[in-house]
């Protein structure tokens, strides 16, 4: 296989074409998700509680990219539905951390798994070369996201 040459316009390529891909793939892998009942939204900031932890109003809020109003909308919308629950920080009494329940965790857990196999679907009819080929591509982009090989998977990250 000839080697790909690395210079700046093509290092830009490169990246617009990841960019592009992975954008459609997510959106393709994301079609599972309407069956999980929440708007995107609700769903985006299920999913950072329940794989950042227990944290506070504004760091999610942050994370989302979003007013801390709009975001205690959202998380009292979740309270509501029993998928998150407020409560003190040990660390500062005045202060409220927003908690997945086992409830929003095993929602979480079960759209994750739905677009595992939405994808895996889609992997089935590749070649075995080219599953090869992805199954090196995800360490190096894992390696590229910050994560270490493999984690995402042991992990069970978003």
Known sequence: MPRASCTPDTLEQLADRLHSASLHLLRRVRRQDAAAGLGPARLCA??????????????????????????????????????????????????????????GQALMAEGRARRVAALARALRALSARDRHVLARAAVVLERLSGQPAGRAAARGSR
């Open 46 to 103: 299920l999913s950072v509680v329940v794989f950042s932890g227990p944290l506070r109003i504004s760091s999610l809020a942050d994370a989302e990219q979003v007013r801390v109003p709009t975001m205690t909308t959202i998380v009292a919308a979740l309270e509501r539905a029993g998928l998150v629950v407020r409560e003190r920080d040990p660390a500062d009494a005045r202060a409220v951390l927003v908690r997945a329940t086992p409830r």
